[in-house]
């Protein structure tokens, strides 16, 4: 095996520790409006779950800090939910907003893995989330089964399974850990249609095995994947370093955490991809932990970023230099 390509063991011998959180409560919550496919804005709150440990080891992950030892106990999914719905209609008052279509439920893991969202869960989830007309949840493609259909069919509103296609890269994406290939992908992608049920994609910014000078041209490749793919939306995620394995390969010379520039560009080239067939934004939590490259262009890249995340439109030119 050569050295880049860690099996999962020694990823995660290169952690930190695991900060302790409580599965009864959540991560936190927040609300924002969201573009959508057709430039519609939607009211959308997303609920960060506390739970099981997702069993892939992808070497940019980071999710794990998220998450506790062992499985989900029962009843602790719905207990968050009711939780972070608690506290949503302050959050509301507070961004201005009178009502809230959409809710992302992400539990920084699969949940359609038994471990992260037990079967006797779902139900209670699907009753706290009717008042929603889309719910959003995460899930690796190799754990899109008969589950989702079930989940989708207890929901009053439209059912949306985001899945990590990461990159198009074939080379990159047989490295990372993800355990997936692109025909995987397809093949779960495939199901989500057929089932009815609608998809989101992440793709990463920053993909540890590719050059930077070739990370906008695969961002791009990455999105006409997803268009071929039947996604409604692509959400670029930078990689942010810290999980140990990502610093030894950034010692090899095979990962560069991406900055502002970079994502700029990259957002810039996913949009001109996408040819406005589907929606394509960085989610605007990632914004504020990612490197500027330089500190007095900062807020001139974040204005530009949020500017095409809000038009859904690239700038005329490529997103500036990228000294
Ligand atoms: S499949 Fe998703 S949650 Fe699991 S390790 Fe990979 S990126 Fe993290």
């Not at 969201?34 to 999710?63: K, Y």
């Not at 502002?260 to 996913?270: D, K, Q, R, S, V």
Request: proline share 8%.
């Amino acid at each position: 095996m050569p050295a880049t390509d860690a099996p999962a063991a020694a990823v995660r011998a290169l952690r930190p520790p695991r900060p302790t959180h409580d599965p009864w409560l959540p991560q936190g919550v927040t609300v924002e409006l969201e573009r959508g496919p057709g430039g519609e804005f939607t009211p959308s709150a997303t609920v960060f779950l506390t739970g099981a440990e997702c069993p892939f080891t992808c070497v940019f992950c980071d999710l794990w800090r998220y998450t506790i030892d062992g499985p989900t106990p029962a009843g602790a999914l719905p207990a968050q939910l009711r939780a972070a719905l608690e506290q949503l209609p302050g959050l509301l008052r507070e961004a201005g907003l009178d009502r809230c279509d959409q809710l992302k439920l992400y539990n920084a893991s699969n949940f359609f893995d038994r471990r992260a969202a037990p079967e006797e869960d779902l139900e209670p989830i699907a009753g706290l989330a009717a008042g929603f007309q889309r719910v959003v949840v995460e899930c690796h493609p190799r754990l899109v089964d008969e589950r989702v259909r079930r989940f989708a069919d207890r929901l009053p509103g439209r059912l949306e399974v985001a899945m990590g296609l990461e990159t198009a890269h074939p080379e990159a994406l047989s490295r990372l850990g993800k355990q997936m290939t692109l025909e995987q992908f397809d093949r779960a992608a495939e199901r989500l249609r057929a089932d009815g049920v609608d998809l989101r994609v992440f793709v990463l910014v920053g993909v540890p095995f590719v050059p930077a000078e070739e990370q906008a041209k695969w961002v791009a490749e990455s999105v006409r994947h997803a268009v071929g793919a039947g996604a409604r939306s692509v959400a670029l995620i930078p990689v942010r370093g810290g999980n140990g394995e990502l610093e030894r390969l950034r010692g090899l010379g095979l990962f560069e955490p991406p900055d502002l520039a970079l994502l700029e560009e990259c957002l810039a080239e996913g949009l001109r991809a996408a040819e406005a067939s589907l929606a394509v934004q960085v989610d605007p939590w990632d914004l504020e932990q990612v490197a500027a490259g330089c500190d007095a262009c900062r807020d001139a890249r974040v204005a530009a970023i949020r500017e095409m995340n809000r038009t859904g439109a690239p700038p005329r030119t490529v997103g500036g230099d990228r000294g």
